[in-house]
């Protein structure tokens, strides 16, 4: 069946740097994956919605410019942690949603956690 | 708007006891797809059950069982004779299938204990 694949699943990052984290459609194409957001005992928060080929939409209070989203194709999403900080430590989870003939089935990545030192 | 609510935020039971996590949700829509997904330490979702808006009847899967009722807004899941391995955070999800790219909104979640 139809699997999504986000790498890495493990990120030790210092304060400051720069980190990407990718999700793939490993047999299906994708026009729409989305970025959620999870810390500890909390629930997965939306972040922003990205289309293949277009700017992403963020959710109210999301900082576009320190998540950076790029669809760059139908299998492939990257979520860019920029100038990250010890509060942006989380687990970041991504989903894609499948082809009107597969019922719009929604599949989700494995999840990547995300320490920031 | 959309919204999901899981009152419990945490249940423990003795195993083989059963369990019922309740759901309630709210939209305006009246095509929809309901969810329940379960999270393990590990942190990856495992998809559960997937429910349309239009199919009321509810379901079993070996242990577990869904009752689905528009009437109240809810979806809640049963575990029956649970297990240790069912220990667990659960999470109930809508999705407002009629536009296309909607994204999934998650209750809160219920954390589920079963001691041996």
């Known amino acids: 069946g139809a699997v999504v694949s986000q790498h890495p699943s493990r990120v030790i990052c210092k304060s400051g740097t720069s980190v990407k984290i990718e999700c793939r459609s490993l047999?299906?194409?994708?026009?729409?994956m989305f970025w959620y957001r999870q810390f500890p005992k909390q629930s997965l928060m939306l972040m922003a919605t990205s289309n293949e080929g277009s700017k992403a939409t963020y959710e109210q209070g999301v900082e576009k410019d320190k998540f950076l989203i790029n669809h760059a194709s139908l299998t492939l999403s990257t979520l860019t942690v920029t100038s990250a900080h010890p509060e942006d430590s989380s687990f970041y989870i991504c989903s894609a949603r499948g082809t009107a003939n597969s019922g719009n089935t929604i599949y989700f990545g494995e999840g990547s956690w995300l320490t920031v030192v | 708007a959309q919204k999901v609510t899981q009152a419990q935020t945490e249940i423990s039971v003795v195993e083989k006891e059963d369990v019922t996590l309740d759901c309630v949700y709210e939209?305006?829509?009246?095509?929809?797809?309901l969810f329940w997904y379960k999270q393990p330490p590990s942190g990856e979702l495992v998809f559960l059950i997937r429910r349309n808006s239009f199919d009321e009847q509810n379901e079993i899967s070996g242990r577990y069982s869904w009752n689905f009722q528009k009437s109240t807004s809810s979806f809640n899941f049963t575990i029956t004779a649970s297990q240790v391995v069912d220990s667990a955070v659960y999470f109930c999800?809508?999705?407002?299938?009629?536009?296309?790219?909607?994204?999934?909104?998650f209750g809160k979640g219920t954390t589920l204990s079963v001691s041996s």
């Open positions: 999800a809508l999705s407002e299938a009629g536009q296309a790219g909607t994204a999934l909104i």
């Open positions: 047999d299906f194409q994708a026009t729409t």
């Open positions: 939209t305006r829509d009246t095509t929809y797809y």
